[in-house]
């Protein structure tokens, strides 16, 4: 990944009551909520709390077979994944596979929104699921 072209889009965390969650992070550490979304396409609900370049997602599944469901399950609340915003995730992906790298998801999912996103598995990455993100390319 080119450092130019990289930076630091969420930290995601996992949690099992999304009110209580929001609460603690709005009321008590005092970070905007910037809004809540019931994503889907990956049966969650997530929270949206901005912090400075970047943001803070909770994450509540909204379904048992959901991989943050099954993570809850094992490891219960806390930080789930970091994600990486990457200029052009296609070129990105062609590398770490050239490199042996495991991906939960070769191919990239898409948003509504247009945003194509894939995730390296821990395994290859020291035990941290890292997701790489491409927002929406505007012309």
Same mark, same amino acid.
């Given at each position: 990944?080119?450092?130019? =072209?990289?930076?630091? =889009?969420?930290?995601?965390? #996992?949690?099992? $009551?999304? &009110? +209580? +969650?929001? +609460?603690?992070? @709005? $009321?008590?550490?005092? %970070?905007?909520? &910037? ?5 889907? /396409?990956?049966?969650?609900?997530? #929270? ?5 370049? *970047? /943001? ?15 993570? %809850? #399950? ?15 995730? $296609?070129?990105?992906?062609? @590398? %770490?596979? #050239?490199?042996?790298?495991? %991906?939960? =998801? ?6 509504? &929104?247009?945003? @194509? ?5 821990? @395994? *290859? +990455? ?14």
């Amino acid at each position: 990944m080119d450092n130019s =072209n990289t930076s630091l =889009n969420h930290l995601a965390i #996992a949690v099992t $009551d999304l &009110d +209580a +969650a929001i +609460a603690f992070y @709005r $009321d008590v550490l005092g %970070l905007p909520l &910037d809004r809540v979304e019931d994503v889907q /396409e990956e049966k969650s609900k997530v #929270a949206f709390l901005p912090l400075g370049n *970047s /943001e803070i997602e909770l994450v509540q599944p909204t379904s048992e077979s959901t991989g943050v469901a099954k993570w %809850l #399950a094992k490891h219960g609340p806390g930080m789930h994944h970091v994600a990486i915003q990457v200029e052009n995730l $296609d070129a990105v992906i062609a @590398r %770490l596979t #050239a490199a042996g790298i495991e %991906l939960t =998801n070769p191919e990239p999912r898409q948003k509504a &929104d247009g945003t @194509r996103y894939t995730f390296i598995h821990p @395994r *290859s +990455a020291f035990g941290v699921l890292i997701e790489l993100y491409q927002k929406e390319i505007r012309d």
